[in-house]
């Protein structure tokens, strides 16, 4: 069993930037990580993911140029650095940790579940 504690959201104006942190309990070097979102009624969406071991990176279109995702090995921690923060990147973003990632950043586990954090609230002002 893997727990994931996200921190870092915030409120923030339009332009603005914020880092989320998410810290695992056990971490598996050569896993996905990544982070979703998930605004009001809508459904949750990849944000960005890598493979822990090599770093290799991807993300979702509508944050390309913008966010930057990260992770210190030692520490078992997962960054999102998100820069230029636009009133539509409002959402609950929620850490999870995986098997495999799709160019698109989703990272996800074939046949099963992800892990998943409690979420934390992203809300970005006009």
């Known amino acids: 069993q893997v727990q994931l504690v996200e921190s870092g959201g915030g409120s923030v104006q339009a332009g603005g930037s914020l880092r989320l942190s998410c810290t695992a309990s056990?971490?598996?070097?050569?896993?996905?990580m990544g982070w979703f979102r998930q605004a009001p009624e809508s459904a949750r969406a990849a944000v960005a993911g890598?493979?822990?071991?090599?770093?290799?990176?991807y993300y979702a279109d509508s944050v390309k140029g913008r966010f930057t995702i990260s992770r210190d090995n030692a520490k078992k921690t997962l960054y999102l650095q998100m820069n230029s923060l636009k009133v539509e990147d409002t959402a609950l973003y929620y850490c999870?940790?995986?098997?495999?990632?799709?160019?698109?950043?989703?990272?996800?586990?074939?046949?099963?579940?992800?892990?998943w954090g409690q979420g934390t609230q992203v809300t970005v002002s006009s």
């Open positions: 999870a940790s995986g098997a495999l990632l799709t160019t698109f950043g989703r990272c996800y586990t074939p046949g099963g579940e992800n892990y």
């Open positions: 056990a971490y598996t070097n050569g896993s996905c």
């Open positions: 890598l493979y822990t071991g090599v770093g290799v990176a």
